[in-house]
């Protein structure tokens, strides 16, 4: 209740209203339990519930069974963990009347004035306009979780191609039709968006950061992040005021 209670009302029901004009895209708040505080219209509708009261409270893995419910569960505890946000994750989640459906999740720490995590922020925006999700393998969505999870320096386009099972040519095209970018351009924002991540949310070197980003060394990620953000590591996080 505390959690709850530093996260203002007024606010996250504005939020809330906002979010309801949006029908392709599932906007939620959670405390520092993984419980929901706000939700849109969306996001209740899609789990077969009439009101927003029957899932406040609530966890995913309360309101959707399997791994629909289990996987952002999980999700929502590494980052209430770490305080290290989750951007443009592709996964499947499941809609009613009975149908999956492919999203692209983003998930942000909420933090108080003391850094404390103290709950989660996103959204899960529909893949439906560019790609008929069914012509998208499950297989794609575990390549890219294999690489997002550890970012391993080997991974390239055609590493992609083949974790997924794919031939090179689809994979690229799928790539480019979810995302709009090349899987070399996925596979470098990736791998900048998580160091940025770490910059600002952790006390890591930025050696340790190259390392966890899968850079080979820190020169190299040094290059290619001011390459891709105008900084150097050191003076993005000075720009921050964290450094």
Same mark, same amino acid.
């Given at each position: 209740?505390?959690?709850?209670?530093?996260?203002?009302?007024?606010?996250?029901?504005?939020?809330?209203?906002?979010?309801?004009?949006?029908?392709? *895209?599932?906007?939620?708040?959670?405390?520092?339990?993984?419980?929901?505080?706000?939700?849109?219209?969306?996001? @209740?509708?899609?789990?077969?519930?009439?009101?927003?009261?029957? +899932?406040?409270? !609530?966890?995913?893995?309360?309101?959707?069974?399997?791994?629909?419910?289990? @996987?952002?569960?999980?999700?929502? !505890?590494?980052?209430?963990?770490?305080?290290? /946000?989750? *951007?443009?994750?592709?996964?499947?989640?499941?809609?009613?009347?009975?149908?999956?459906?492919?999203?692209?999740?983003?998930? @942000?720490?909420?933090?108080?004035?003391?850094?404390?995590?103290?709950?989660? +922020?996103?959204?899960?925006?529909?893949?439906?306009?560019?790609?008929?999700?069914?012509? +998208?393998?499950? /297989?794609?969505?575990?390549?890219?979780?294999?690489?997002?999870?550890?970012?391993?320096?080997?991974?390239?386009? &055609?590493?992609?191609?083949?974790?997924?099972? %794919?031939?090179?040519?689809?994979? &690229?095209?799928? %790539?480019?039709? @979810?995302?709009?970018?090349?899987?070399?351009?996925? +596979?470098?924002? &990736?791998?900048?968006?998580?160091? /940025?991540?770490?910059?600002?949310?952790?006390?890591?070197?930025? /050696?340790? *950061?190259?390392?966890?980003?899968?850079?080979?060394?820190?020169?190299?990620?040094?290059?290619?992040? !001011?390459?891709?953000?105008?900084?150097?590591? *050191?003076?993005?996080?000075?720009?921050?005021?964290?450094?």
């Amino acid at each position: 209740m505390k959690t709850t209670r530093q996260l203002s009302s007024v606010p996250l029901l504005a939020l809330e209203q906002l979010f309801d004009q949006v029908p392709d *895209i599932a906007f939620f708040v959670k405390d520092a339990d993984g419980n929901y505080i706000a939700i849109n219209q969306s996001l @209740i509708a899609r789990h077969g519930f009439s009101n927003k009261s029957e +899932v406040r409270g !609530k966890r995913p893995s309360d309101i959707c069974s399997g791994d629909f419910g289990r @996987i952002p569960s999980d999700q929502d !505890k590494l980052i209430l963990r770490s305080g290290i /946000s989750i *951007i443009d994750h592709l996964e499947m989640q499941w809609e009613m009347p009975g149908r999956p459906v492919w999203c692209l999740t983003t998930k @942000i720490p909420l933090k108080d004035d003391a850094g404390n995590t103290i709950g989660i +922020v996103g959204f899960s925006k529909d893949v439906r306009s560019a790609v008929d999700p069914s012509t +998208v393998p499950s /297989s794609f969505a575990r390549a890219l979780e294999a690489f997002e999870q550890d970012l391993p320096p080997e991974a390239s386009p &055609s590493w992609l191609a083949k974790v997924a099972k %794919m031939p090179t040519h689809r994979f &690229s095209k799928t %790539m480019k039709l @979810i995302f709009g970018l090349t899987p070399t351009q996925y +596979v470098a924002k &990736s791998r900048i968006g998580k160091a /940025s991540s770490l910059l600002l949310q952790t006390n890591m070197t930025i /050696s340790e *950061i190259a390392q966890n980003c899968g850079y080979f060394d820190h020169s190299a990620f040094s290059r290619a992040f !001011k390459k891709a953000t105008g900084f150097t590591p *050191i003076s993005f996080r000075r720009q921050m005021g964290l450094a």
